[in-house]
């Protein structure tokens, strides 16, 4: 009797193993379509254990093949050479890509933070499986981004491996450096005008930012009857980027008539709109004295498809922080004039 209840237990505990097991995985590939290594990236977990490769720690830049920290139990992080067959049956070993791996995953805000080590534009998609291995959200979610040289640009996801729990929630930090980071990179990628258009363009941005400073120090104290005036303080800096961004839509046009790709009805209808506005007093008598006015007949304005995505959708997660809303322009459609790749 006593061998069958020792069996019974035995039987038991296989049993819990084999069924109760977590299938649950987080993936994160990333590459920069480069021969050469030009970001690696570190992946915090929610308990603040982390796995990847830091260049910081480190002299050497030369290609790892594996992490330098590893402190995630179950997790992986290898670099390998992604291969391409041409019409032929020609393999060849290009291109740089970049694995982390972790099974299981907790529940809990995990944290990305990407390390340039040149300027470069940059891709990572995610995957996630939850704890009964079923993919838990789309199958692909590929985002795309600029970083410069020496610097580091974090995302944060929430992951729940639960069946049945929401898709993980991705939350990319986004301040106004790291928007003229994307502006000065796409520039020095041949993916943006010139240096005359790209200085007007930087000089917004730093506007917007002097702008936004006043968010956090409204002038006069306290609140007036029904409204905030720290919000009425901050709805400048927020028109100024969704005019950079339409900037920047114009910009990608492709026209067959000059004046289908001139800036100037935009800035009529943006001065038309807040020309009156004493809290854009700051911006018009700053702008209106930039030497953009003396270039912006003769310099070359363009942007291609990826800067364009890149930089606009940087932009509008800084308009979100502040608490505004992104600015479509209804009478923006697709036409015979706009640039495809």
């Not at 290594?37 to 720690?57: Q, R």
């Not at 702008?211 to 409204?227: E, N």
């Not at 046009?253 to 506005?277: I, V």
């Not at 800084?318 to 992104?326: A, F, S, V």
Request: proline share 4%; with cysteine.
């Amino acid at each position: 009797m006593r061998f069958i209840i020792v069996l019974l237990v035995v039987f038991l505990t296989v049993a819990t193993n084999v069924f109760c097991e977590d299938y649950s995985t987080l993936n994160i590939f990333a590459g920069t379509n480069s021969e050469d290594v030009k970001v690696h990236f570190v992946v915090a977990d929610p308990l603040g254990k982390k796995t990847g490769y830091n260049p910081l720690l480190t002299n050497s830049v030369a290609f790892p093949t594996i992490a330098n920290v590893n402190e995630i139990i179950g997790a992986s992080y290898s670099t390998t050479r992604m291969a391409s067959e041409d019409e032929y049956g020609n393999v060849d070993v290009e291109n740089e890509s970049i694995e982390f791996y972790v099974r299981p995953n907790i529940r809990g805000m995990y944290t990305i933070t990407f390390y340039g080590i040149s300027d470069t534009s940059f891709r990572y998609n995610l995957s996630v499986h939850d704890s009964n291995n079923a993919y838990n959200g789309p199958k692909e979610t590929e985002f795309f981004g600029y970083i410069s040289s020496g610097t580091t640009m974090e995302y944060k996801i929430y992951v729940d491996p639960t069946p049945g729990a929401p898709a993980p929630t991705i939350i990319k930090e986004v301040t106004f450096q790291l928007l003229r980071d994307d502006v000065n990179v796409a520039y020095k990628l041949n993916q943006l005008g010139d240096d005359k258009f790209v200085d007007s363009l930087i000089r917004m941005i730093n506007l917007a930012e002097k702008l936004s400073i006043k968010c956090d120090k409204p002038k006069g104290h306290g609140k007036s009857k029904g409204h905030n005036k720290k919000d009425k303080v901050c709805k400048p800096a927020i028109a100024v980027l969704n005019m950079f961004i339409k900037r920047l839509e114009i910009a990608s046009r492709k026209c067959d008539k000059p004046q289908d790709c001139d800036e100037e009805p935009a800035w009529l209808a943006f001065r038309k709109e807040h020309g009156k506005d004493k809290n854009f007093k700051d911006f018009f008598k700053e702008w209106d004295k930039d030497k953009w006015h003396k270039w912006k007949n003769k310099c070359k304005r363009f942007i291609t498809d990826e800067a364009l995505n890149i930089i606009r959708g940087d932009a509008e997660i800084l308009i979100q922080d502040l608490g505004g809303k992104t600015k479509p322009d209804k009478k923006e459609k697709k036409t015979k004039n706009d640039k495809h790749d």
